[in-house]
Structures are given as structure tokens and as C-alpha cells.
């Protein structure tokens, strides 16, 4: 049996069968069917490693509802790391039946494009100009992700005794849709007194093609960001985007069976951190104005389960004066996005949203803040479908007008 298997049903040797997951399984909650749940699909998984039932009863299905949000992880008394399980399963299923996942014509022209931004920023544009066009029905759903357009953001006075340097990784679909966040946050960290720069090179970080069972075109990207960055020394990886800072986190364990680039993913891994927690670490702490508004947040799952950095965004939104945080009892709770789930599966994503948008419309917000790309657009469409009014913003953005308003700029 091959090492990533062996590893698999280690960590499902851990898993006591307690059902701690199952409350903090967002479908789970949806169906209450075990299958739906990570003890179910652990079972699944562990059936097939072991030979006892055939790969095609009932595992491609149930992987495929599975968010990846890995809240599970966080619930476990055992430390069951159940990702692992996840894409040992996933990577079954690509050795038993390379299509098993049948992609539409959508999803696979997106993971085409994550190597690609500036395609992938003119399709978005595309998109937004043929919104009101007769289009199928799938694309007619999604295109109220694309109302957001991305603004220039205007440098920043540099601190002038700088603490420290950062490196910046930029992303594919944030630095394609969002790159006014990029901008703020690289503006904000200079304020705070870093030295930013962005190495060439860099390129997608491979999440969506590593969620969606595609290892080794994740693999390729992964190192050639390792190589990008690794001959910058020790300086920190800041990135705004939850999902993309927690893959690049997690390079050390995807290439820790392979001699020739485990200590320098291990390496590369231990240097990222999210732009959030830079900010709230510096020594040069940063004021920010508000403007009178009710502000909720939608977090990102895997900084929260993943990185352990969900308390960070949250804190910054506290600490701008004049304005109202409101913090959601499910704000680190997933929104539906999950990479390319949305598109794979709309309605159980879309139940997922229209239960966050209830806890919105309680609030009444002005501004609903998020911290992943993927959210950014979930949250997007939940407004549309909700009617609610209210904006939806990265943190960036939000804070950088903050900060120009404590300085006393318009």
C-alpha cells in the first residue's frame, strides 16, 4: 500500500467513533444522514483502503458534498487530522477512475484559469458586461458574484523607521477580482513599518486543483512557488486570501513523503502568515476611523481551522472607532463557497448561504467583511438573493479607508 494510504488509515486508527464531528458539520446539519457527515465518510474511506467494499459504493458522492471546511478537526478530542482521510479518498477515486468527478464545462474551465489571473480578471469582466444577457440558467445564477469591481488603491505614506520586511503572495482569484484587497493590505502593512515586496515567479497556490483531487498539477504549482520565494531567507509570507494561506501552510505535509522537497516545502510553510496577524503584531500600531456604520464579518474557514488566525480579523474590525462590529454566531462557520463547490453543488451551497444571509438580515449591517476571495463572491451572491442592503468588502479595503480617515484624509 502506498505511504499517502498508510497515512490514511493511521489517522483513521485515532478516530474513536464519538461523533464529536457531527454538530460541527455544516452537511451534516443539512441532511442528518451519516454519510453526509466526516464519520461516515471516514468509514467510506476506510472500507475502500482496506478492500472491504468497491470504490464506486458511495464514496465519490459522499467526498463530493464534503466542504473541505475541516471545522470536524477543530471538534475532535482525538486530533483526528481528517483532511488526510479526505484526499487519500479523493486520490483513490483518481487511480480507480480518473473522471470520476465528470466536471462540467464550468469547473474545468476555472481550474484552467487559476494559472491564468489576467484571463480569468477578463472573464470576470466579460461577465459582468453579458449579465443581462439571455444565458443558461447555471451562469445566470452565478453572475451576481461579479457585481464587485476592484478600485485602484492609492499608496500610503511608509512608515519611516521600518521594523521589518514582508513578501507578498497575491493570489490567483483574489489578485484576478479583488486586487484593490492585494493593494490595501500591501498599503496598511507599509503603514505598520514593512518593507513589501513580491517575488517573481509565484503563481496560483493549488488549493482549488488539491481540493478538487488533482495532486500533481497542485504538486507543480507548489513548487514553483517554493522556488519563487525560498531565496528571499526567512522574511514572512503575508497573503489576504484564508484558503490560499492555509494550502501554502500546508506545503511541508503535502511534499513530506517526497525526499527531495520536504525540508524546503517544510521551510517555505513555516514562513506564512496571514497580512492580518503582521498588522496586529507590529509594534507601530495603526489607528483607523469609521464612519458610523454596522459592520458584520464573514470569516474564513480555513484560517480558522486551518491557520488557528479566525480571532485576528475580527479583532482588527474591533479597533475601528466609531463604527459597530457585529459579530455573527456563525461567522467562522463555512458560507458555501468552498473553492469550486458552489458551482459543483448550488443548492446544498445555496441552503448553507441563505442561513447566513438570516443572520445578516438580524443585523442589519451596512458592510459584510470577509477574508477569502471565495467567500467574497458566496457573500456577494447571498446579498443579491437576500436583497439585503448591505456591501460586501474584504478587510483590506474596509480598514484602509479607516486608517485614511484617522489621518484625516477624505
Not at 1 to 30: Q, S
Not at 179 to 198: I, M, P
Not at 344 to 354: E, F, M
Request: proline residues 6%; hydrophobic residues 40%; aromatic residues 6%.
Amino acid at each position: 500500500m502506498e505511504a499517502r494510504f498508510e497515512l490514511a488509515l493511521a489517522e483513521i486508527n485515532h478516530c474513536n467513533k464519538c461523533g464529536f464531528c457531527l454538530p460541527a458539520c455544516p452537511t451534516y446539519k443539512l441532511t442528518g444522514n451519516e454519510v453526509d457527515s466526516p464519520r461516515g465518510r471516514i468509514a467510506l474511506v476506510e472500507g475502500v483502503l482496506n478492500g472491504e467494499i468497491a470504490a464506486d459504493q458511495g464514496l465519490e458522492e459522499s467526498l463530493s458534498y464534503c466542504l473541505g471546511c475541516r471545522a470536524c478537526e477543530t471538534a475532535c478530542p482525538s486530533g483526528v487530522q481528517y483532511h488526510r482521510v479526505l484526499e487519500a479518498g479523493k486520490q483513490v477515486l483518481d487511480k480507480t477512475r480518473p473522471s470520476h468527478r465528470a466536471l462540467t464545462f464550468l469547473p474545468r474551465a476555472l481550474l484552467r484559469l487559476t494559472r491564468h489571473p489576467k484571463r480569468l480578471a477578463s472573464l470576470a469582466r466579460l461577465g459582468r458586461r453579458t449579465a443581462h444577457w439571455p444565458l443558461p440558467e447555471q451562469l445566470r445564477a452565478l453572475s451576481p458574484m461579479l457585481r464587485y469591481r476592484s478600485e485602484e488603491v492609492p499608496g500610503v505614506s511608509v512608515h519611516p523607521e521600518p521594523i521589518g520586511k514582508a513578501l507578498f503572495f497575491q493570489g490567483c482569484v483574489q489578485e484576478a477580482l479583488f486586487s484593490d484587497a492585494n493593494q490595501a493590505a500591501q498599503a496598511l502593512l507599509q503603514a505598520a513599518g514593512y518593507t513589501v515586496t513580491e517575488p517573481a515567479g509565484q503563481t496560483c497556490c493549488g488549493a482549488i486543483l488539491w481540493h478538487a483531487g488533482r495532486s500533481d498539477e497542485a504538486k507543480a504549482l507548489a513548487r514553483a512557488n517554493i522556488e519563487a520565494f525560498e531565496a528571499t531567507g526567512e522574511v514572512p509570507i503575508a497573503n489576504t486570501a484564508g484558503g490560499c494561506g492555509a494550502m501554502l501552510s500546508e506545503y511541508g505535509e503535502i511534499f513530506e513523503d517526497d525526499p527531495a522537497w520536504a525540508e524546503r516545502a517544510q521551510r517555505f510553510s513555516a514562513r506564512v502568515q496571514d497580512w492580518s496577524r503582521l498588522i496586529m503584531e507590529s509594534p507601530v500600531q495603526l489607528e483607523f476611523q469609521g464612519n458610523g456604520e454596522r459592520v458584520t464579518m464573514q470569516n474564513s474557514c480555513h484560517l480558522v481551522n486551518v491557520e488557528g488566525g479566525g480571532d485576528v480579523p475580527a479583532l482588527l474590525a474591533c479597533r475601528v472607532a466609531g463604527d459597530q462590529f457585529l459579530p455573527m454566531a456563525s461567522q467562522d462557520r463555512c458560507c458555501g463557497s468552498a473553492g469550486i463547490y458552489n458551482i459543483q453543488h448550488p443548492k446544498w451551497a445555496n441552503r448553507l448561504l441563505d442561513a447566513k444571509m438570516d443572520e445578516v438580515a438580524a443585523f442589519a449591517p451596512s458592510r459584510v467583511l470577509v477574508v477569502n476571495p471565495g467567500c467574497h463572491m458566496q457573500m456577494t451572491l447571498g446579498v443579491h438573493r437576500s436583497g439585503a442592503d448591505a456591501e460586501v468588502e474584504h478587510l483590506a479595503r474596509y480598514l484602509y479607508r479607516a486608517f485614511l480617515r484617522a489621518q484625516g484624509q477624505p
